[in-house]
């Protein structure tokens, strides 16, 4: 079983990325293989609406996703961790689902590719404050991305008050379900 996770957050060692990491710890105590990718440490830009855009459901964009694209398409689960940001994820988190395009345009547009692997997904988020909407909106962006690629809305973690770096330390109740939500996914 591979476990992909993918943190969205722009703060290393932030609550998000710290979460990202108890669900793939979880994820390899059911023993499963896994990745991270860290999109603050990459460089790419988010879709141009190509007026020229590829077919074949590829981007023609050179740039790091190059690399994300496969790694999304092989595994077997993607974890997603972002913190809220004005009621949705962040803008890493949503310039790499947009550049998905290509790819939803090829599946649904231009039937030119095969609908991939049927895969599992989670949504780990945080936010500082406790408004319920800001969560929902965040969440139909990663449904919407996870059902491009393929992957079921299996699990969520929503941690409200989660603010400054490291908070969430403070709520090992968010922690510990991390890593019941990888270890099941890991299985």
């Known amino acids: ?5 993918i943190n969205g957050s722009p703060r290393p060692r932030g609550n998000c990325d710290i ?3 108890r669900a793939l710890e979880g994820a390899v105590s059911a023993g499963a293989t896994t990745e991270k990718i860290f999109l603050n ?11 020229d855009a590829r077919t074949d459901g590829n981007c023609k964009i050179e740039d790091d996703m190059q690399g994300v694209f496969p790694k999304v398409f092989e595994t077997d689960v993607i974890i997603v961790a972002s913190p809220v ?3 949705s994820v962040s803008s890493q988190t949503k310039a790499m689902i947009d550049r998905f395009q290509c790819y939803w345009m090829g599946r649904y547009l231009h039937h030119s590719v095969e609908q991939l692997m049927r895969k599992k997904g989670a949504f780990l988020s945080t936010q500082g404050q406790e408004r319920d909407e800001y969560f929902l909106n965040a969440k139909g962006v990663i449904k919407n991305f996870f059902s491009t690629v393929n992957a079921g809305y299996e699990e969520e973690l929503f941690c409200k008050k ?5 908070d969430i330390h403070k709520r090992p109740d968010c922690l510990d379900e991390a890593y019941r939500i ?3 996914l890991g299985a």
């Open 1 to 5: 079983m591979k476990v992909l996770g």
């Open 19 to 21: 979460l990202l990491d």
């Open 41 to 51: 440490k990459l460089s790419f830009r988010g879709c141009q609406e190509c007026p």
């Open 85 to 87: 940001f004005f009621g």
């Open 162 to 166: 989660v603010d400054a770096k490291g």
């Open 182 to 184: 990888g270890k099941k």
